[in-house]
């Protein structure tokens, strides 16, 4: 059976940093890119960033461009988040995820993934 694990949620302050860890247990696709989501109360579950596994390619969305930094260890089937400047609507629940790459597309939409974690919080205070 297919995990994925994150850690590295917490308490952050407005400013601050934080880095975010995802390790899937067995990749099912040869081609295949790992991404990072997220989920705020009674909102839609919004796309973050997107990784190439084989490539290291990666994708943004413009909320997190120059923020966020997504990176890989490819032997390790693990990625990490990396986040400055943390703002209070980063505060929230992030998903990471698993899917095949087909054609080598980027893969930004929930529906293109095939395995989801359980999740891990990030919150703050003022």
């Known amino acids: 059976q297919v995990q994925l694990v994150e850690s590295g949620g917490g308490l952050v302050q407005a400013g601050g940093s934080l880095r975010l860890s995802c390790t899937l247990s067995?990749?099912?696709?040869?081609?295949?890119?790992m991404g990072w989501f997220r989920q705020a109360p009674g909102k839609e579950r919004g796309f973050v960033t997107t990784?190439?596994?084989?490539?290291?390619?990666?994708y943004y969305a413009d909320s997190v461009k120059g923020r966020f930094t997504i990176s890989r260890h490819s032997a390790k089937n693990t990625i990490y988040l990396h986040m400055n400047s943390l703002q209070p609507e980063d505060r929230t629940v992030y998903y990471c995820?698993?899917?095949?790459?087909?054609?080598?597309?980027?893969?930004?939409?929930?529906?293109?993934?095939?395995?989801w974690g359980q999740g891990t919080k990030v919150t703050g205070s003022t």
């Open positions: 990784i190439s596994m084989s490539f290291g390619s990666a």
């Open positions: 995820a698993a899917g095949e790459r087909v054609n080598n597309s980027t893969l930004t939409s929930g529906d293109e993934y095939d395995d």
């Open positions: 067995r990749p099912t696709f040869s081609n295949y890119a």
